[in-house]
């Protein structure tokens, strides 16, 4: 039988997602039952890994503050996840009480990943974020993923589709094969690419074979990553792909006030004349989160270009028009 140095190197390596380190422990382990006579049992692990996919090799690994190590995507998986490095936590984020709750409940339920398995649960690890576009769903991604010091894997939809029939779904597999090998954060961002409702308009059959995929992988699912999708039309999402999620979380467009909150986070560092709020904020109450973010950081700018000494409300104000210019000029193309 197994000493317990070689349970310890095949628990370590695994641990490290060291794939290489792991077979060579499981290959000594196979040769130490051969010695001892147990020819079925050495066999067995051979075949077992024989058929088990190669893992890529580890390269810049990503080291969070769990210390779960993470390689980059190499091999097939080029292209298709795009790894990123968080460094925004919940704290930086406008939210609502409610969204606030919400997530931080996400964040506690992953910290205690090991002790509610032990009573047989399971936290919510199958995110549905949904709502217009630029209001905080994809940077909550980021956050949580900052929350528990996982690195953050954003899939690559544009590469995931193919014009060669039934390749999609196998990529789609791909994907599902990292996301149960490692523990991380997973994104399908404008995931109505691939939810979109059977039967609907668009629809075709190699849509339908994709949606019927994800639906399989994403019920099937037993790792311990967090995986997150995000749409900007849950009304064309298939009714099936609901019941599918752990939680379902609707984003909605900012009152007045939190915009404030937005400008005066990302106003922290600069010296400013008293902003004129009663203009300010009739005039910003159709910007997205993500929109004054960006007027924000314009009317920094401009104040730099334009060698000012202090933040004003005109230079605010000019930044939210043109904002508001780009708005329209992309529905006027539409």
Not at 25 to 49: D, F, S
Not at 154 to 175: M, N, W
Request: aromatic share 6%; with cysteine.
């Amino acid at each position: 039988m197994a000493n317990a140095r070689q349970i310890m190197e095949l628990l370590r390596s695994h641990l490290e997602g060291n794939d290489e380190r792991f077979r060579t422990a499981a290959l000594q382990l196979a040769a130490n039952e051969a010695r001892q006579g147990h020819e079925e049992m050495a066999k067995e692990i051979q075949k077992l890994l024989e058929r088990a996919p190669r893992q890529p090799q580890i390269e810049e690994p990503y080291q969070g503050t769990n210390s779960i190590p993470f390689s980059r995507p190499q091999g097939e998986l080029v292209g298709l996840l795009e790894m990123v490095q968080p460094n925004i936590g919940l704290n930086q984020l406008v939210l609502t009480p409610v969204l606030e709750t919400r997530l931080s409940r996400v964040v506690k339920e992953q910290k205690q990943f090991g002790r509610l398995k032990e009573h047989g649960l399971r936290p919510r690890q199958r995110l549905l974020l949904l709502g217009p576009p630029g209001c905080g769903k994809t940077i909550t991604a980021y956050a949580l993923a900052h929350e528990l010091g996982l690195p953050l894997f954003i899939v690559r939809l544009d590469a995931l589709f193919t014009k060669f029939l039934g390749e999609t779904a196998s990529k789609l597999r791909l994907v599902f094969e990292a996301i149960e090998r490692h523990r991380a954060v997973f994104l399908f961002d404008e995931f109505d690419s691939i939810g979109l409702a059977r039967g609907a308009q668009h629809d075709v059959a190699e849509m339908r074979r994709v949606l019927n995929s994800f639906l399989v992988f994403i019920e099937n699912m037993r790792s311990n990553s967090l995986v997150i999708a995000a749409s900007n039309h849950p009304e064309a999402l298939d009714p099936a792909l609901f019941r599918r999620f752990d939680d379902i979380i609707e984003y909605v467009m900012p009152t007045r006030q939190e915009l404030r909150k937005v400008f005066e986070q990302r106003f922290l560092n600069e010296a400013h004349t008293s902003i004129d709020w009663q203009k300010i904020l009739p005039a910003s109450a159709k910007l997205s989160f993500a929109e004054a973010v960006r007027v924000a950081d314009d009317a920094i700018k401009d104040r730099i270009i334009e060698h000012k000494k202090n933040l004003t409300t005109e230079l605010l104000l000019k930044a939210i028009a043109d904002r508001s210019n780009v708005r329209r000029s992309k529905k006027s193309k539409k």
